[in-house]
Nanobody, 126 residues
Framework: QPQLVESGGGFVQPGGSLRLSCAAS????????IAWFRQAPGKEREGVSY????????YYSDSVKGRFTVSSDNAENMVYLQMNSLKPEDTADYYC???????????????????WGQGTQVTVSA
């Protein structure tokens, strides 16, 4: 059974940086796609980034493009989300999710993913 565990969340001031990690077990990243989602209180879950474990294809939401970078280390079965120039509106619980097949144009659609981590909290505030 695939399992995902996020870490690296915390409190940071606006303009700061954080790196989130997603440790995958029970499957090989070589055959899966991973996405990062976030959910702020009272808001719907929002997809922010995607990476294909097969070919390294990445995709970002407009809200984080140019500030966030997703990467993977398939040998270690790890996925990372480097978040720079953080803004208060980035405050949310962040989740990584995995699935074997994700349709093009649905990279950031939560329903495409069967496996989810428990989340890690990110707070951006002065």
């Amino acid at each position: 059974q695939p399992q995902l565990v996020e870490s690296g969340g915390g409190f940071v001031q606006p303009g700061g940086s954080l790196r989130l990690s997603c440790a995958a077990s029970g499957f090989s990243l070589d055959n899966y796609a991973i996405a990062w989602f976030r959910q702020a209180p009272g808001k719907e879950r929002e997809g922010v980034s995607y990476i294909s474990g097969r070919d390294g294809t990445t995709y970002y939401s407009d809200s984080v493009k140019g500030r966030f970078t997703v990467s993977s280390d398939n040998a270690e079965n790890m996925v990372y989300l480097q978040m720079n120039s953080l803004k208060p509106e980035d405050t949310a619980d962040y989740y990584c999710a995995a699935d074997h097949v994700v349709l093009v144009r649905r990279y950031l659609t939560p329903d495409e993913y069967d496996y989810w981590g428990q989340g890690t909290q990110v707070t951006v505030s002065a």
